[in-house]
């Protein structure tokens, strides 16, 4: 069983930055971000293969963040530059037992709890 903790988030004007970690306790072939406004559904953000470190994001963030990992440490990062409001989520990290890029919750094996991002205006 693979535990996944979120750090990182917070409360950030229009045009900052933050940077989300997510350690994991074990050794998983491809991890991803995703979030969750209220009232909406669960949407992909970006996603990572861990051995190859292939990337592939969410339209909406192209450009503005960026997904890497560290193999040492077992944690994945999520760099988010020139947020805006709508980037307002709880963002939780997942990780899957096999490799491949994946933009549906659905295949992903494993978890974190969440962390709260809030973006003013």
């Known amino acids: 069983q693979v535990q996944l903790v979120e750090s990182g988030g917070g409360l950030v004007q229009a045009g900052g930055s933050l940077r989300l970690s997510c350690a994991s306790s074990?050794?998983?072939?491809?991890m991803g971000w995703f979030r969750q406004a209220p009232g909406k559904e669960r949407e992909f953000v970006a996603t990572?293969?861990?051995?190859?470190?292939?990337?592939y994001y969410a339209d909406s963030v192209k450009g503005r963040f960026t997904i890497s990992r560290d193999n040492a440490k077992n944690t994945m990062y999520l760099q988010m530059n020139s947020l805006k409001p709508e980037d307002t989520a709880v963002y939780y990290c997942?990780?899957?037992?096999?490799?491949?890029?994946?933009?549906?919750?659905?295949?992903?094996?494993?978890w974190g709890q969440g962390t709260q991002v809030t973006v003013s205006s």
């Open positions: 990572i293969n861990w051995r190859a470190g292939s990337t």
């Open positions: 074990g050794r998983t072939l491809a």
């Open positions: 997942a990780a899957r037992g096999q490799p491949g890029l994946r933009v549906r919750a659905v295949e992903y094996d494993y």
